[in-house]
């Protein structure tokens, strides 16, 4: 090796260690905690078959069972500071006793963070098979399992509200392939990190032949230039990128990067889902037998020997619960979680497994309640589960824009009672009522329109209010409109006349003003023509025209006439359905001729 990359260092695709380049191969036989330790012994030892050390460049020491004394790193592999820090992580000492000592501590750190675990992540599945919900992309037939099976699944994104198993289904993928695992948040990694992760990616699968998939949660958090960096490596397929977000992906990934990923969307967990969820955690949850009548909070809630930790290696083929949990109530030591306690989590939970699993962690710890529990006990526990879930509202992400455009089209439908329980939904979860107002003034110039010409002063006197007075009072207003609107007659004439307006003005921008209606404020402009004609209107006791619309549109016609319905649909199965919910099961009093005729207006 040239004196010049002597000195280079490089990473270990095993433990990810800097070790220098010359010394890889020591570290990789010897050091590395990811490697099998070698069974020590006079046969085995690699220094005995060095040639002899001049007694200076060695001290006395005592030689150890586990094997001769001799059997020490190098002094040239790293610094003093790595080679001590490298010592002490792996137990890579040669003296028996600081081995046993030092191997033992990684196996006690990590019980104690498994220990500090929620519930939600100690109970991850750690199985594909035991992955609950998203059957549309983990059953046998799906698009996911057949790129799996056939060894292709390349970068995708997951798109899910929180709590639908984005992050568990990826590390249960990453398992199933044999792949490597590299969990990274957006909320905290830079391109640094990404460009580390993606060095160490390259090592091990030239060293190695193992992929590395790059799990990106909050992915939308990075900004356009920062998803710019996973071009190149998943061009190379140096990396397989998975990325999570609950934003639209259309809108927050950058379109180069999108194209290059699938989008799979996963869906808000259905009760059964959660109910199934709930069940088999209970049943995880549930302490063993013990012999000597006692249980401990370890044995409640899972040990680390039974339930590894998220970013573990180790490979078992024992699942995380049984795939039959027994029917509800599984386990007598859980007398405070009932079924009716059991209903409210999966109904608080909306569909978030995280939150359903939150709250169950909650009733297991509560106090166990007389047998059988009082209904006053019952209730105050619900109580206490309803004030611990959070509105489940995002202003700034795709519910607000659903939850908008549900309140309009209530209104324009005239369904005032949907209408006023989507105004609900947003005012109770925190939305700002200005916003809401705002809306509804569009709403009442497109859809109630010339029907009611008062819907648009009410409509801007109740985005006074709110802006003036402001919450709570203003939800008062807000009522009154959307009522007032809901009910109003409804017409778009003025909103579709405009449209086919724009299309008319699109086809040609430069159609020159009629000379009759053109402005004439000099004496050269009324020499030229401009004004001429003009009829002033309010002079004339009879109705009078001029040349309103340039020659080519004269005959155009883009408001219509009230009642006009060309271009109206006809659905007799729409009709039938309003006439039995909406016109209690009445005949709509705009048909024509005998009812079910099915004529065309």
């Not at 209903?343 to 059988?372: K, M, N, Q, W, Y």
């Not at 309103?548 to 729409?574: C, I, N, R, S």
Request: one cysteine or more; aromatic letters at 6%.
């Amino acid at each position: 090796m040239s004196a010049k990359g002597k000195g280079k260092s490089g990473t270990c695709p095993i433990c990810t260690r800097l070790v220098r380049a010359e010394n890889i191969n020591y570290h990789l036989d010897h050091d590395c905690p990811g490697q099998p330790e070698p069974v020590a012994g006079p046969s085995t030892s690699k220094n005995a078959s060095k040639p002899p050390v001049a007694p200076i460049f060695t001290t006395p020491r005592k030689t150890s069972d586990n094997g001769p004394s001799g059997s020490t790193l190098p002094q040239h592999i790293g610094s003093p500071s790595t080679k001590k820090r490298d010592h002490a992580e792996s137990g890579a000492s040669s003296r028996g006793p600081k081995r046993t000592k030092t191997t033992a501590a990684p196996s006690t750190t990590t019980a104690r963070l498994q220990a500090a675990a929620p519930l939600a992540e100690r109970l991850r599945p750690q199985e594909l098979e035991d992955f609950i919900g998203q059957k549309h992309l983990t059953g046998a037939d799906s698009l996911l399992m057949n790129l799996m099976r056939g060894g292709s699944t390349g970068s995708m994104i997951f798109w899910g509200p929180p709590g639908c198993g984005k992050t568990t289904l990826a590390r249960l993928m990453a398992r199933k392939t044999g792949a490597v695992f590299r969990e990274v948040s957006a909320t905290d990694a830079g391109i640094g990190d990404i460009r580390a992760i993606v060095e160490e990616a390259k090592g091990t699968l030239v060293l190695q032949g193992r992929k590395t998939v790059l799990f990106l949660d909050e992915v939308h958090r990075f900004n356009r230039a920062q998803q710019d960096i996973f071009l190149p490596y998943i061009e190379q397929g140096q990396i397989q990128l998975i990325g999570a977000t609950t934003e639209n992906p259309s809108f927050k990934i950058n379109g180069a990067l999108l194209s290059r990923c699938r989008v799979f969307v996963l869906e808000r967990l259905t009760d059964d889902d959660i109910s199934e969820i709930i069940d088999k955690a209970v049943q995880r949850a549930s302490p063993p037998s013990n012999p000597a009548g006692h249980s401990s909070a370890s044995s409640t809630f899972g040990t680390p020997d039974t339930l590894l930790p998220p970013n573990s290696s180790q490979d078992s083929s024992s699942t995380l619960v049984s795939s039959q949990p027994p029917p509800f109530p599984t386990a007598p030591s859980h007398p405070s979680l009932t079924p009716r306690i059991k209903h409210s989590i999966v109904s608080l939970s909306l569909g978030d497994a995280r939150t359903a699993l939150s709250l169950l962690e909650l009733v297991l710890s509560a106090p166990s309640p007389p047998s059988p529990p009082p209904a006053e006990w019952e209730t105050k526990l619900l109580d206490d589960l309803r004030r611990s879930v959070s509105t489940a509202y995002d202003r700034t992400g795709d519910d607000r824009y659903d939850l908008i455009s549900a309140l309009h089209k209530s209104v324009r439908g005239s369904h005032a009672h949907a209408a006023l329980y989507w105004l609900a939904r947003m005012l109770e979860g925190g939305e700002d009522p200005v916003y809401v107002a705002r809306r509804m003034a569009v709403c009442a110039s497109e859809d109630i329109g010339l029907a009611d010409n008062h819907a648009l002063p009410l409509a801007m006197a109740t985005l006074q209010a709110c802006q003036l007075i402001g919450m709570p009072e203003c939800r008062i207003n807000l009522a009154h409109l959307v009522s007032y609107l809901s009910e109003a007659p409804k017409s778009t004439r003025s909103y579709e006349g405009y449209n086919r307006a724009v299309e008319a003005a699109k086809r040609d921008m430069t159609l020159p003003v009629p000379m009759q209606i053109r402005n004439a404020p000099t004496g050269m402009m009324r020499n030229m023509g401009y004004g001429e004609g003009y009829r002033y209107n309010p002079d004339y006791a009879h109705p009078v025209t001029n040349d309103y619309l340039p020659a080519q549109l004269k005959d155009a016609v883009f408001l219509g006439k009230e009642g006009d319905m060309t271009g109206k649909e006809w659905h007799e199965e729409a009709l039938r359905r309003w006439e039995r919910e909406s016109n209690g099961g009445r005949d709509w009093d705009g048909r024509r001729g005998e009812s079910g005729s099915g004529n065309v207006m």
